[in-house]
C-alpha cells in the first residue's frame, strides 16, 4: 500500500473554481492560506498568472511569456485570507461571469535554513518540508553553473520551475528524474527538452539554471509518497491509453511532450469533476479551456489515457508530469481514496 503521512492533501494543495465578477472578488474555500496561487481564465483569452508571498500582492509572472514579472496593483491579486485569496478587476483573473480556475501551494516556513558555503543566498524564501514545496527569490550576479542555494527541503529535488523576474527570459523548468542529469523544458513555449549542464541538486543545496545576471524566483518540488510524484512516462498511440500510477489520487496533473512540441497541458479533479475528464488548459498558451479528446481518467491511484491524442499519448513519444494529490491511495490513517 502507497502510506502518506499526508492524510489530508487538501491542506497543502487545493484547486478552486470560481466565476468573476469583473470588479472586486474575494474567493473562498480554500482549506488554508495559500503562499503561491496560479489562475487561469476558463471562458475567455488571458494570460496564465502565477503570484507568490515572496514577491508581493500585485507581482505577476505569466508562464505563456517570457517577459518578467509587472505589477498590476490593485487589478491584480491583492490579497491572501485564510482560506482564498481576493482579486481586482484584470479580465485574466476576474473577467465579468467568465469561469475561471486557480490552482495553490501552502508553502510557511521564512526562516531556519543555514546559509554555510552557499554562493547565493536567497533574499527569502518559503518551504513547506511536509509537501516538499520551496518558494526562493534569489539575485544572480555572476554566471557560474557551480553557484547554489541550500533549499532546506530536507530531501533531493526533482523538478524546479524558474523565472527571471526583472527582464526577459523564457521559463525553466529543469527536471533530473528521466536520467539523473538536469535536462530542462520552458514552460513558455513547445519546445523539446535540451539536455542540461547545470549540475544536479542534493538534499542540502539547489543549483540554478541561468546564465544571466538579474533577480529571480523558483520553485522547489520534492515527490513525497502519497502526496507529490514527478515523473515520465510513453505513449501508446491507443485510445486504451498508458496507466501512470502515482499512488494518490490526482488533484492535477500537468504534463509535457518531451521529445517533441506539442503544447503542455494542464488537468484538474475540477473540471469537469468527473470521469472522462477532458477538460485541459495550456500553460504555455493564453487560450480558453480546450474540451475534446485530450482525455484521462483520474484515478484512486493514478491517471489513465484514454485518447490516441499525440498530445498526450502519441505512440512511442515521451512525457514528462507533475502530479499532486487530492488524496493518497491509503494514508497513515488506514483510509483509503475513492474512485471517482
Known amino acids: 500500500?502507497?502510506?502518506?503521512?499526508?492524510?489530508?492533501?487538501?491542506?497543502?494543495?487545493?484547486?478552486?473554481?470560481?466565476?468573476?465578477?469583473?470588479?472586486?472578488?474575494?474567493?473562498?474555500?480554500?482549506?488554508?492560506?495559500?503562499?503561491?496561487?496560479?489562475?487561469?481564465?476558463?471562458?475567455?483569452?488571458?494570460?496564465?498568472?502565477?503570484?507568490?508571498?515572496?514577491?508581493?500582492?500585485?507581482?505577476?509572472?505569466?508562464?505563456?511569456?517570457?517577459?518578467?514579472?509587472?505589477?498590476?496593483?490593485?487589478?491584480?491579486?491583492?490579497?491572501?485570507?485564510?482560506?482564498?485569496?481576493?482579486?481586482?478587476?484584470?479580465?485574466?483573473?476576474?473577467?465579468?461571469?467568465?469561469?475561471?480556475?486557480?490552482?495553490?501551494w501552502k508553502a510557511g516556513t521564512t526562516s531556519g535554513i543555514s546559509a554555510g558555503s552557499q554562493t547565493i543566498t536567497p533574499t527569502s524564501y518559503s518551504i513547506n518540508t511536509t509537501a516538499g514545496f520551496g518558494i526562493y527569490k534569489w539575485s544572480r550576479t555572476g554566471a557560474s553553473t557551480t553557484d547554489y542555494f541550500s533549499h532546506g527541503l530536507g530531501a533531493t529535488p526533482t523538478i524546479a520551475i524558474q523565472k527571471k523576474t526583472d527582464g526577459v527570459q523564457g521559463w525553466y523548468v529543469n527536471y533530473t528524474f528521466v536520467d539523473g542529469t538536469m535536462d530542462y523544458m520552458n514552460l513558455n513555449n513547445t519546445n523539446s527538452k535540451f539536455d542540461g549542464t547545470t549540475t544536479v541538486p542534493t538534499s542540502t543545496n539547489y543549483y540554478p539554471k541561468s546564465p544571466e545576471t538579474g533577480d529571480y524566483i523558483t520553485y522547489l518540488f520534492t515527490p513525497i509518497q502519497g502526496f507529490s510524484k514527478f515523473g515520465s512516462y510513453t505513449g501508446n498511440g491507443n485510445a486504451d491509453g498508458s496507466f501512470i500510477y502515482t499512488g494518490f489520487k490526482p488533484a492535477l496533473f500537468l504534463l509535457k511532450e518531451s521529445n517533441g512540441t506539442n503544447s503542455w497541458q494542464i488537468f484538474d479533479n475540477k473540471r469537469p469533476g468527473y470521469n472522462l475528464t477532458d477538460k485541459y488548459l495550456k500553460p504555455n498558451e493564453n487560450a480558453s479551456e480546450v474540451s475534446g479528446n485530450n482525455q484521462i481518467d483520474i484515478l484512486s491511484n493514478g491517471v489513465k489515457l484514454r485518447s490516441s491524442n499525440t498530445g498526450n499519448n502519441g505512440s512511442g513519444q515521451n512525457f514528462i508530469y507533475m502530479a499532486f494529490a487530492e488524496a493518497p491511495l491509503v494514508g497513515s490513517n488506514n483510509v483509503p481514496a475513492n474512485a471517482r
Open 1 to 104: 500500500m502507497a502510506y502518506s503521512t499526508i492524510n489530508k492533501s487538501t491542506l497543502h494543495f487545493s484547486p478552486t473554481l470560481y466565476v468573476g465578477n469583473g470588479s472586486t472578488k474575494t474567493v473562498t474555500g480554500i482549506p488554508f492560506e495559500p503562499d503561491m496561487t496560479w489562475i487561469k481564465n476558463r471562458s475567455a483569452t488571458g494570460d496564465n498568472e502565477i503570484y507568490d508571498k515572496l514577491r508581493g500582492v500585485g507581482y505577476r509572472i505569466y508562464p505563456n511569456t517570457s517577459a518578467g514579472q509587472d505589477d498590476l496593483g490593485s487589478q491584480g491579486l491583492t490579497a491572501w485570507t485564510s482560506d482564498g485569496f481576493t482579486v481586482g478587476n484584470n479580465n485574466a483573473i476576474n473577467g465579468n461571469g467568465n469561469n475561471l480556475v486557480s490552482w495553490n
